[in-house]
């Protein structure tokens, strides 16, 4: 049964009750970066766990809607923060499956001299019935999975490259 989720801003990760953070530094360049995360559909390939992911609405950027499919749990996501090459963040705002009352992420991506990338992932969330035992069961495995995830892209872009 579909759970509505409370929208929040880009701002919820700083004050959320539960809060998770990653940094993970790639060589590939912000605008590499920006458009592995923009394509929805491409999730499948690097972000292991991720079975579907696809756009829901009639355009793409700030305010617009995705589905994604990730271990299982079925997420309708907003995009709340666009800006190309330097900013990407969504809320949650329905799961089918009762998970968080509030929950966004939020990816920040820096320049760094070489032309890579260091990418800053929150993400903030009250979550629903849970005792705190299992709450740092699900941050730790939101941290162990974006920062793996994150990590991917350098080789999924190298991979794309090489296959052209």
Same mark, same amino acid.
């Given at each position: 049964m579909?759970?509505?989720?409370?929208?929040s =801003?880009?701002?919820f990760?700083?004050?959320a009750?539960?809060?998770?953070s990653v940094? #993970?530094?790639?060589? *590939? *360049?912000?605008?590499?970066?920006?458009?592995?995360?923009?394509?929805n559909?491409?999730?499948?390939?690097?972000?292991?766990? #991720? !079975? !579907?992911?696809?756009t =829901?609405s009639s355009s793409?950027?700030?305010?617009?809607?995705?589905?994604?499919? #990730?271990g299982?749990l079925?997420?309708?996501?907003?995009i &709340?923060g666009f800006?190309?090459n330097?900013?990407?963040a969504?809320s949650?705002?329905?799961?089918?499956?009762?998970?968080?009352s509030?929950?966004?992420?939020r990816?920040?991506l820096?320049k760094?001299?070489?032309?890579?990338t &260091?990418i800053?992932?929150?993400?903030g969330?009250?979550?629903?019935?849970?005792?705190?035992?299992?709450?740092?069961?699900?941050? *730790?495995?939101?941290?162990?999975?974006?920062?793996?995830?994150?990590?991917?892209?350098d080789?999924? &872009?190298d991979?794309?490259?090489? !296959?052209?």
């Amino acid at each position: 049964m579909p759970t509505k989720v409370e929208k929040s =801003t880009i701002y919820f990760p700083d004050r959320a009750p539960v809060q998770v953070s990653v940094t #993970v530094e790639l060589r *590939s *360049s912000p605008e590499q970066v920006w458009k592995v995360l923009i394509d929805n559909p491409g999730w499948v390939k690097w972000y292991k766990g #991720v !079975s !579907s992911c696809q756009t =829901t609405s009639s355009s793409e950027g700030f305010g617009s809607t995705r589905r994604i499919v #990730v271990g299982g749990l079925q997420v309708d996501e907003e995009i &709340i923060g666009f800006q190309e090459n330097k900013l990407w963040a969504l809320s949650v705002y329905q799961t089918d499956k009762p998970v968080a009352s509030c929950w966004v992420e939020r990816l920040i991506l820096d320049k760094t001299e070489a032309n890579g990338t &260091i990418i800053h992932y929150d993400a903030g969330l009250e979550l629903l019935f849970l005792p705190s035992l299992l709450q740092c069961y699900i941050v *730790s495995g939101i941290k162990k999975a974006w920062t793996e995830n994150l990590a991917a892209i350098d080789d999924y &872009i190298d991979s794309s490259t090489t !296959s052209s």
